[in-house]
Nanobody, 123 residues
Framework: QVQLVESGGGLVQAGGSLRLSCAGSGRTFSTYTIAWFRQAPGKEREFVAA????????YYADSGKGRFTISRDNAKNTVYLQMNSLKPEDTAVYSC????????????????WGQGTQVTVSS
């Protein structure tokens, strides 16, 4: 089990950037795949990006390709989501989650979740 805490959300104008952080606790953090999901009001939770434990493989939803970059620093037990060229439709609560399974894009496979951080993009 791993505990996750997100930070870095806020209010930004369209075209701006934010970097979200997901800090994990526990000695096994480096063995987990970490993903970011987001949920906007009235919408279902959706996959944003994920990174495998060794940082060798990353995955992105089409909505973020070319704009978002996920990375991790296992020495700091932290995963980052750099978000550039933000759009109003990126407005949502962003949550990070941890999994030891091979399925990447399905939220039900993630066993540990942070509390989320709000990202608001104004037009």
């Amino acid at each position: 089990q791993v505990q996750l805490v997100e930070s870095g959300g806020g209010l930004v104008q369209a075209g701006g950037s934010l970097r979200l952080s997901c800090a994990g606790s526990g000695r096994t953090f480096s063995t987990y795949t970490i993903a970011w999901f987001r949920q906007a009001p009235g919408k279902e939770r959706e996959f944003v990006a994920a990174i495998r434990w060794d940082a060798g493989t990353t995955y992105y939803a089409d909505s973020g390709k070319g704009r978002f970059t996920i990375s991790r620093d296992n020495a700091k037990n932290t995963v980052y989501l750099q978000m550039n060229s933000l759009k109003p439709e990126d407005t949502a609560v962003y949550s990070c989650a941890a999994s030891t399974r091979q399925i990447i894009r399905i939220s039900e496979t993630y066993t540990d979740w942070g509390q989320g951080t709000q990202v608001t993009v104004s037009s």
